[in-house]
């Protein structure tokens, strides 16, 4: 299986599956002598780990991680950092009635094809889990980048949704309720939502929108590397994300050209922020803010139709441990990734002093 390592210079591999013994990572690139803060990259992952409220997976892990390697004395060495999250609340019991059968819209079909064989238990490594892996090279990411502030909220869930423009709201409320949404009003009408739709063994999509401010100017390659590309591509490899717009995204083709360019100030600040802080591919100095679309959790606790190996069609039904509706979670791994990317293009334009 290819397709594991993320990054130019400032790289991750992870490994491990949903019910295997661990998950973990290798971390390559990380410059020398930058001094970690443990207890935060286990805040992070606490952020992101299971059965943290009513809304989420009521699996509980712990989601300890243990570095083996590239941290003397509470700094990096500069060699590759290793790390492992043990797995230690494994049922996969949940998942054999699945072993000879497809769960629809998962990743069981195209596995089973392309590789003649799969780990069905949870999924195996096309589970999410793997992504805690990210989160913990995410909080290494965040220490070097130091002054930078990459900050990620709900902003969407079903049809509720928040119109308000991210300037306008408290950051500081994202974390006082178990939705992540920047609006405390909000968070209760969709923490309410979510918990009727797990009561009916459904699951529900909804947007994560992140900012990122204190930018530099210059991050981005102006051709294949463009800036929006990459943290496009970081984002459309989380599980269940189906979009990305940055910017005016979507919106911006109702404009005219007239009303969407960003007029400058004589300091190359822009009076507006169409442009979503990235132009020609790099930074301008401006916050970047993007959104991200995540699907409903294709596994539903209702009777289904699928097919098994034979082809036969089947009726089945979800069993298991899972999500509701998977961004609550997801906001720690969208902050992740962003500090993946804009860490790797520090690296990649050393002449940036953050």
Not at 18 to 30: L, M
């Given at each position: 299986?290819?397709?594991?390592t993320?990054?130019?210079?400032?790289k991750?591999?992870t490994?491990?599956?949903?019910?295997g013994?661990a998950?973990?990572?290798?971390?390559?690139?990380?410059p020398s002598?930058l001094s970690?803060n443990?207890?935060?990259i286990q805040k992070?992952l606490?952020?992101r780990?299971?059965g943290q409220?009513?809304?989420?997976?009521q699996r509980?892990e712990?989601?300890?991680?243990e570095?083996?390697?590239g941290?003397?004395?509470?700094?990096t060495?500069?060699?590759?950092?290793?790390?492992a999250?043990h797995n230690t609340?494994q049922k996969s019991k949940?998942y054999?009635?699945?072993?000879?059968?497809?769960r629809?819209?998962?990743?069981?079909?195209?596995?089973d094809?392309?590789?003649g064989?799969?780990?069905?238990?949870g999924?195996?490594r096309?589970?999410?889990?793997?992504?805690?892996?990210?989160?913990?090279?995410g909080?290494i990411a965040?220490?070097f980048?130091?002054?930078i502030?990459?900050t990620a909220?709900v902003?969407?869930v079903g049809d509720?949704k928040l119109?308000k423009?991210?300037?306008?709201?408290?950051f500081?409320s994202i974390?006082?309720n178990p939705v992540r949404?920047?609006?405390?009003?909000?968070?209760v009408?969709?923490?309410?939502?979510?918990?009727?739709?797990k009561k009916?063994?459904?699951?529900i999509g909804?947007v994560?929108?992140?900012?990122?401010?204190?930018?530099p100017i210059?991050?981005?390659e102006p051709?294949?590397d463009?800036?929006?590309?990459?943290?496009?591509?970081?984002?459309?490899?989380i599980n269940?994300?189906?979009?990305?717009?940055?910017?005016?995204?979507?919106?911006?083709?109702k404009?005219?050209g007239?009303?969407?360019n960003?007029?400058?100030?004589?300091?190359?600040s822009t009076t507006t922020?169409y442009?979503?802080g990235?132009q020609?591919?790099i930074?301008?100095?401006?916050d970047i803010?993007?959104?991200?679309a995540?699907?409903?959790?294709?596994?539903i606790?209702q009777?289904?139709?699928?097919?098994?190996?034979?082809?036969?069609?089947i009726?089945?039904?979800?069993?298991?441990?899972?999500?509701?509706?998977v961004?609550?979670?997801?906001v720690p791994?969208v902050?992740?990734?962003?500090a993946l990317?804009?860490a790797?293009?520090v690296?990649?334009?050393?002449?940036?002093?953050l």
């Amino acid at each position: 299986m290819a397709g594991n390592t993320f990054g130019n210079l400032f790289k991750l591999t992870t490994f491990g599956e949903s019910h295997g013994v661990a998950i973990g990572g290798i971390i390559d690139g990380c410059p020398s002598g930058l001094s970690l803060n443990l207890e935060f990259i286990q805040k992070e992952l606490d952020r992101r780990r299971p059965g943290q409220s009513a809304i989420v997976t009521q699996r509980k892990e712990p989601d300890t991680v243990e570095f083996y390697s590239g941290v003397f004395e509470g700094k990096t060495t500069g060699t590759p950092i290793g790390f492992a999250i043990h797995n230690t609340n494994q049922k996969s019991k949940d998942y054999s009635h699945i072993k000879d059968s497809y769960r629809p819209s998962h990743a069981d079909y195209v596995y089973d094809q392309k590789y003649g064989f799969r780990d069905y238990r949870g999924g195996g490594r096309s589970s999410a889990r793997e992504t805690a892996s990210r989160v913990v090279a995410g909080a290494i990411a965040k220490q070097f980048l130091k002054n930078i502030k990459i900050t990620a909220f709900v902003s969407q869930v079903g049809d509720l949704k928040l119109d308000k423009p991210y300037e306008s709201l408290d950051f500081s409320s994202i974390e006082q309720n178990p939705v992540r949404c920047a609006d405390p009003d909000m968070a209760v009408q969709m923490e309410d939502y979510i918990k009727q739709i797990k009561k009916e063994g459904d699951t529900i999509g909804g947007v994560i929108t992140c900012v990122v401010q204190n930018v530099p100017i210059g991050l981005g390659e102006p051709v294949f590397d463009k800036l929006h590309a990459e943290l496009g591509k970081a984002m459309l490899s989380i599980n269940a994300v189906k979009g990305f717009e940055y910017g005016s995204g979507f919106d911006g083709v109702k404009m005219k050209g007239s009303l969407h360019n960003d007029t400058f100030n004589a300091d190359g600040s822009t009076t507006t922020n169409y442009s979503g802080g990235i132009q020609g591919g790099i930074s301008n100095g401006m916050d970047i803010y993007f959104n991200i679309a995540f699907k409903p959790v294709a596994t539903i606790i209702q009777s289904y139709e699928t097919i098994d190996k034979q082809g036969k069609i089947i009726t089945t039904q979800g069993k298991g441990r899972h999500d509701p509706c998977v961004v609550p979670r997801a906001v720690p791994i969208v902050e992740a990734m962003t500090a993946l990317v804009l860490a790797d293009y520090v690296l990649l334009n050393r002449t940036i002093k953050l």
